[in-house]
């Protein structure tokens, strides 16, 4: 079995990160293939890649797509360490459950640099998929991290957390962040 997360921390390329409105944003990921050894000699590296930007950028998170990579996989900074790049990569994920419990708070984009709204999100999330290493995985997360998985598994979805916001303040937050881009 192909080991991931090869190098050393901060050892991959940087990508570019996609901002809106890039049609790429509202486009769906393609799920990968775990049995094919080219899918997965590629996303060795992809995930390298993609934890290295999203350390550049300063992100909690950074699906696939928003480099312009339409994989169903998406990066976020791991609290425990468990490996040697101290994050984490969910591939193929899907939440199975959300808390009837909502909770409201500021979110933010790697692709809407500086934009920040409010949005509502379910307080505790369970997601299956597969880790870094194509084993099976069940992750419940609560707080910060279930807003994390809620707002990357969007992206492969093709929906950016505006979407989440009524259409009065949708309308305010795209005016301010295209006035953010013109300075």
Known sequence: MIKYFKGKPN???????????????SQKSV???????????????LIVDLV????????????????????????????????????????????VHSS????????GCLSFPALYAPVERAQKVVVEGYNHTGDAVRVEAEDFLARVFQHEID????????????????KLALREYFD???L
Do not use: W
């Open 31 to 45: 799920e990968i293939d775990l049995a094919s050894e080219l899918e997965r000699a590629e996303l060795d590296q």
């Open 11 to 25: 050892s991959g390329r940087t990508l570019e990160v996609i901002a809106h409105p890039d049609p790429r944003l």
């Open 155 to 170: 992206h492969l979805d093709g929906v950016t957390f505006i979407a989440h916001l009524p259409d009065e303040d949708k």
């Open 52 to 95: 290295a930007t999203m350390r550049k950028e300063n992100g909690a998170g950074l699906a696939a797509i928003q480099t312009g990579i339409p994989k169903c996989v998406f990066v976020y900074e791991d609290e425990d360490g468990k490996n040697e790049l101290g994050a984490a990569a969910l591939i193929n994920p899907r939440i």
């Open 180 to 182: 953010l881009r013109a």
């Open 100 to 107: 009837e419990e909502m909770v409201c708070d500021e979110e």
